[in-house]
C-alpha cells in the first residue's frame, strides 16, 4: 500500500527493475518527517512531492501550500546538512 498514484508508479518501477527499497523508512533525523522510498543498497532516498511544476506549484486542493513548500525545503536542507542523497519527483 502506498499514499498517491505517483508513489504507485514509483514503487512499481523499482520493484520491475529489481531495486531493493523501502517504502517509509524513517530518516535518522526526528523532525523529518517520513521519506516516501530509501534504497539502501544505494544509501539514496526518494521524495515525491506533490508539485505541478519545476516552478514547485502546489495544488489549490492543498490545505496549507506555504507550509507544503516549507516542508520541502525543510527536507532538502537537511539532507544537505547530513550529506544524505535525496533524489525529488514531482
Known amino acids: 500500500m502506498v499514499k498517491s498514484f505517483e508513489e504507485c508508479e514509483i514503487a512499481n518501477?523499482?520493484?520491475i527493475n529489481q531495486i531493493k527499497y523501502m517504502y517509509e523508512k524513517s530518516y535518522p533525523i526526528n523532525d523529518?518527517?517520513?521519506?516516501d522510498f530509501y534504497l539502501p543498497d544505494y544509501k539514496i532516498w526518494i521524495e515525491h512531492f506533490g508539485f505541478k511544476s519545476e516552478e514547485e506549484d502546489v495544488p489549490d486542493w492543498f490545505d496549507n501550500p506555504l507550509k507544503y513548500k516549507e516542508t520541502a525545503e525543510k527536507k532538502r536542507r537537511i539532507h544537505k546538512e547530513n550529506k544524505t542523497i535525496l533524489v525529488e519527483s514531482f
Open 32 to 35: 523529518y518527517g517520513v521519506p
Open 13 to 15: 518501477f523499482l520493484l
